[in-house]
Structures are given as C-alpha cells and as structure tokens.
C-alpha cells in the first residue's frame, strides 16, 4: 500500500508510519470504550486481569497511556456481584491497591469461591456443636 517505484526507505517509514497512525484517534477511542465496558462474564480473574492488560498495552501503543488508577477501577467495575465482598475491600483501601495487588486478591477469592469449606468442624467440644447434653437430677440424692 505504501511501496512505490523510487522511494527511499525514509519514504517508505513515513508511508507505513502514517498508515498505521492514520486512524489513531478513532482507535483509541474504540480500545478506551471496550476497556470501560469491560466485564468478567464466565472469563476466570486470569483471563480477565490479561484482557484489561492487552487493552491497556494497546492503548500505550498509540500515545494513550491509561493511569493504573484506573485499570483497578475499570476491573472492579467489571467484576460479577459473586466478586461484591472483596470489591468492596478494594475500594474502600486508601491508597488503592495496584493492579497486580488486586489481581492477586481477586484471585484468592476465586480459589475460595471454587473450593468452599465444609460448614461442618470436627471439633465438637464448643458451644455451637450439635451434640446436646442432658443431665438428670435426682431429688432424693440431694
């Protein structure tokens, strides 16, 4: 597209560079909104921290560079309601947490989510345990 008869490789530089920053702008615009708008659906906390990653990277590429700030947001804000207590977590931490920092937290909360405890304990020597005691006074042995 840019190659012509007589160009130098300056020339051909300038071609390719123009052609790729050509629609720049309306790039930026499109990568910006799918980044707001991004939601978690059935993605794990992996996939979908990468996403936001390579959306983010994408945007570095063509001069609009996305605060980290803002990556945590634009994560939370995407984030399923089973995801609402460590959100909330996050939110409410000042100063935020990182983008790596809370990737991390959300994906311990998916492992806990994944592999519930048993609400059962095998200790049974405490006050909520299931086992009732009975005693039974006699009132001639008193």
Known sequence: MVLKPGMTSY???KGLEH???ENKDSRAMQIDQDLRSIEIGDMSIHDYCHKIKVLSD???NI???VPEKNLVIYMINGLGYKFDNVSSIICHQQPISSFQQTRSML???ETRLLHPRSSTTTHRDHSSSPVALLSRIDA???
């Open 140 to 142: 001639q042995n008193l």
């Open 19 to 21: 052609l790729f920053r």
């Open 63 to 65: 001069d609009q560079l």
């Open 107 to 109: 994906m311990v909360e």
């Open 11 to 13: 020339d051909l530089w």
């Open 58 to 60: 994408l945007l570095a």
